[in-house]
């Protein structure tokens, strides 16, 4: 069977989480995804999964502005509004295995996230 190509695991998996649809964007990180932020870490998926759903329902506004693929790397860059913070600017680097989400590095302005009390933004 032929797994999706990186490009198509994160488009599916940004338009899941943008629009509240947590179990389709959890179904495509790995077990054992590495999640690496400025501000905390993640045990495993599950942990991080119940983190994305907690921020997701409380955006309010997801705006792609870049999506790039080669081979098994991807990049997004995001602006997020979000209730409590206003808006937020992400940008994310995945690295894909087997159809699967096994690396995210996250890059987003702490400043905001801590002053709005979100030590975990995703």
Do not use: C
């Not at 899941?16 to 389709?24: E, H, I, L, N, V």
């Not at 790397?73 to 409590?84: G, N, P, T, V």
């Amino acid at each position: 069977m032929n797994q999706p190509d990186t490009a198509t695991v994160l488009r599916t998996y940004y338009s899941a989480w943008t629009s509240k649809d947590f179990a389709t964007a959890t179904s495509l990180l790995d077990d054992s995804v590495r999640v690496e932020n400025p501000l905390t870490g993640y045990e495993d998926a599950k942990t991080f999964a119940s983190s994305l759903a907690g921020l997701g329902s409380l955006v309010t506004a997801a705006n792609l502005l870049s999506a790039i693929s080669e081979g098994d790397e991807a990049m997004l860059l995001y602006d997020l509004e979000i209730k409590r913070l206003g808006p937020l600017r992400v940008a994310e680097h995945f690295t894909v295995a087997n159809g699967k989400i096994i690396l995210i590095r996250q890059v987003f302005d702490t400043a905001e996230v801590r002053a709005a009390g979100l030590s975990h933004p995703v």
